[in-house]
Antibody
Framework: EVQLVESGGGLVQPGGSLRLSCAASGFTFSDSWMQWVRQAPGKGLEWVSRMDTDGTFITYADSVKGRFTISRDNARNTVFLQMNSLRVEDTAVYYC????????WGQGTLVTVSS | DIVMTQTPLSSPVTLGQPASISCRSSQSLVHSDGNTYLSWLQQRPGQPPRLLIYRVSNRFSGVPDRFSGSGAGTDFTLKISRVEAEDVGVYYCMQATQFPTFGQGTKLEIK
């Protein structure tokens, strides 16, 4: 069974940083593209970033480009999202998502940016 | 960016009756590899999204056959043949042909 478990969310002040992790199991992680998608409270889905199997191909939404960095450790079956210079509008549940067709989703981790 | 527009945004449906959601993209979703990367997702209240349909018309593992997807180019449709109570939630279309984008979501509720 595919499992994606996010961690690292919490309350942070504007301008602060957080690092999200997503531990994957139940599939060959090193063969899968991985993505991050977020959902602000009461709002729709917004794609954040994606990367291919070895980090050769990485893309970001314009709203986070230059502030967020996606990375992965295939030996630990984990994908990360380093979030710097956080803004109030980054407040959302962040989901870890398997492959480009969004086949599997984690439960999400809540990031709250507030003073 | 490709803009995805869903209609309707809200759909009250009687149990056992069909439902249909449309999704239109601002550009063709046919990728240079010949595939069309259009997915449909369901988000039940308080739950993460769940994949229903990928590449326009392929049902994902475990998805009931009352869900079906169709379309081509820029126009796509999700159909539920007979709505059940567990189908209540918000439905999103998503394209991954270019940088991924989502439709605004369609709220399915029971009349």
């Amino acid at each position: 069974e595919v499992q994606l478990v996010e961690s690292g969310g919490g309350l942070v002040q504007p301008g602060g940083s957080l690092r999200l992790s997503c531990a994957a199991s139940g599939f060959t992680f090193s063969d899968s593209w991985m993505q991050w998608v977020r959902q602000a409270p009461g709002k729709g889905l917004e794609w954040v970033s994606r990367m291919d199997t070895d980090g050769t191909f990485i893309t970001y939404a314009d709203s986070v480009k230059g502030r967020f960095t996606i990375s992965r450790d295939n030996a630990r079956n984990t994908v990360f999202l380093q979030m710097n210079s956080l803004r109030v509008e980054d407040t959302a549940v962040y989901y870890c998502v398997k492959d480009s067709s969004a086949s599997n989703w984690g439960q999400g981790t809540l990031v709250t940016v507030s003073s | 960016d490709i803009v995805m527009t869903q209609t309707p945004l809200s759909s009250p449906v009687t149990l056992g009756q069909p439902a249909s959601i449309s999704c239109r993209s601002s550009q063709s979703l046919v990728h240079s590899d010949g595939n069309t990367y259009l997915s449909w997702l369901q988000q039940r209240p308080g739950q993460p999204p769940r994949l229903l349909i990928y590449r326009v018309s392929n049902r994902f593992s475990g998805v009931p056959d009352r869900f079906s997807g169709s379309g081509a180019g820029t126009d796509f449709t999700l159909k539920i043949s007979r709505v059940e109570a567990e189908d209540v939630g918000v439905y999103y279309c998503m394209q991954a042909t270019q940088f991924p984008t989502f439709g605004q979501g369609t709220k399915l509720e029971i009349k």
